[in-house]
């Protein structure tokens, strides 16, 4: 009976509990979090609240407690440098030291990264630091995108076409953000279809998962600001209906290079998620960047159907040995959705904001699975916080099938909240398919 440890709290990390313990050698789970998380605190022997800064009380509640390992959610406490912290009390972790987690925390050494040892995938793009030459590079480029370098939770990605209209327009922006972060990167906007692509790494090996396809837009259609993510969906087939194989190989091949590369760069193996957030384009499969850990909320389409013991999972991770581990998942599809305050992405003065810190109601949500994420647990109940609530998952051996689960337990969640209907719609891929056919004049 071995203790981990998780470190987070969200609906990923109550995903990530659960495969823990689904685990055959009975595992005893400790969780440190930022917030409680009732599903994850219901999961656990023992929680510990605080900040994923403070290093000591998470070392600390580590060594007391004689965890075998850890397994970090989120990219603050990696950013942080837990990794580091609890590798120096003899703890290892599945997740990426400090200098590691730079292929996530920052944007621009993951690209210049790529560049330097020649792995495609990469867009035409420049990193600056001041605004001195960007007015020429951006006059250079077709369609543009601005990335601020650093954590920006998944909503620091300014695009043409959706934020802004003209290069002007966007060198206003990059002003802004010059202002905001030490530098800037300015890429060429890719036309194509994106989809993600959670990799497990030992350092040498890597091993990709079902492909999950998440929509970061908060309403239906794609439409309105971008948010941590809406929900997501998997096929049965582990594939996406718009993509070619040669697709998924090329993303592979791109994660495989970009690991070797970092064990070059750094001298240290990477052991953790590789999280590549790619797009399928009319020249095969491009980078748009890489998460180092699972995402949120496609860890929760991916870990439910992990056949292979995560216990066993996470020590081939940490022990360099992943060749070795046959890893499994099961032929099913999932959709994801995640209700959120009806306030959630929108403006302060926005009449839907007074949503947030209100309570809501859970009734039979039936086959479907809910992960809980920034909820706050009362004496009289659950309430919302400005974030995204619950993730709740339906899975099944079809997509319309998988979607009518996740449907049947969204409505089965009272308050005022919202969702987005259109995720793991026939409608919704379908206009996938004919953008790829449109742009790869299939």
């Not at 823990?20 to 969780?31: A, D, G």
């Not at 995938?121 to 650093?150: H, M, R, S, W």
């Amino acid at each position: 009976m071995p203790n981990i440890l998780l470190v987070g709290n969200g609906a990923r990390e109550h995903a990530m509990a659960e495969a823990v313990l689904r685990s055959t050698e009975k595992p005893l789970l400790f969780s440190y979090m930022k917030a409680n998380n009732p599903g994850i605190a219901s999961l656990s022997v023992k929680t510990k609240i605080g900040s994923y800064s403070d290093l000591a009380a998470i070392t600390n509640f580590a060594t007391e407690n004689k965890i075998e390992f850890a397994v970090i959610g989120p990219e603050d406490p990696l950013n942080n440098g837990v990794v580091d912290a609890l590798a120096i009390t003899g703890i290892p972790a599945v997740g990426p030291t400090k200098s590691l987690a730079r292929l996530e925390t920052s944007k621009a050494f993951t690209r210049n990264l790529v560049s330097k040892y020649k792995i495609p995938g990469n867009p035409q793009y420049k990193v600056f630091k001041a605004i001195g030459g960007v007015e020429e590079f951006l006059n250079t480029l077709d369609g543009i995108v601005l990335k601020p370098d650093g954590l920006t939770g998944g909503k620091g990605v300014l695009v043409q076409g959706d934020h802004f209209a003209t290069p002007q327009e966007a060198l206003t922006l990059c002003t802004q953000i010059l202002t905001e972060s030490s530098s800037l990167i300015v890429e060429e906007k890719f036309d194509g279809e994106e989809f993600s692509l959670q990799c497990l790494c030992d350092g040498q090996t890597v091993v990709g998962t079902p492909l999950v396809q998440d929509h970061k837009r908060r309403f239906d259609d794609d439409k309105g600001p971008n948010t941590g993510g809406m929900g997501s969906y998997s096929m049965p087939d582990h594939s996406m209906p718009f993509l070619k194989p040669s697709d998924i190989e090329e993303g592979l091949e791109i994660t495989r290079q970009v690991a070797s590369a970092l064990l070059k760069e750094t001298g240290s193996p990477y052991k953790g998620i590789m999280y590549g957030g790619f797009i399928a384009t009319k020249n095969g499969a491009k980078l748009l960047e890489y998460n180092a850990r699972f995402g949120d909320p496609e860890a929760m389409n991916i870990l439910p159907l992990l056949k292979t013991d995560f216990v066993d999972v996470c020590r081939h991770i940490i022990e360099g040995t992943l060749d070795k581990l046959k890893i499994e998942f099961e032929q099913k599809a999932t959709v994801c959705k995640y209700v959120v305050p009806k306030g959630y992405g929108l403006p302060a003065d926005h009449p839907d904001a007074a949503s947030s810190r209100a309570k809501i109601e859970i009734g039979n949500v039936g086959k479907a699975r809910l992960y809980y994420s920034s909820v706050d647990k009362k004496e009289d109940g659950l309430y919302l916080s400005s974030s995204r609530a619950i993730g709740i998952v339906g899975i099944a051996d079809t997509l319309d099938a998988a979607r009518k689960i996740a449907e049947e337990g969204v409505k089965a969640v009272s308050g005022p909240v919202a969702y987005r209907e259109d995720i793991g719609t026939n409608a919704l891929i379908q206009k996938r398919i004919d953008h790829m056919k449109k742009i790869r004049k299939d």
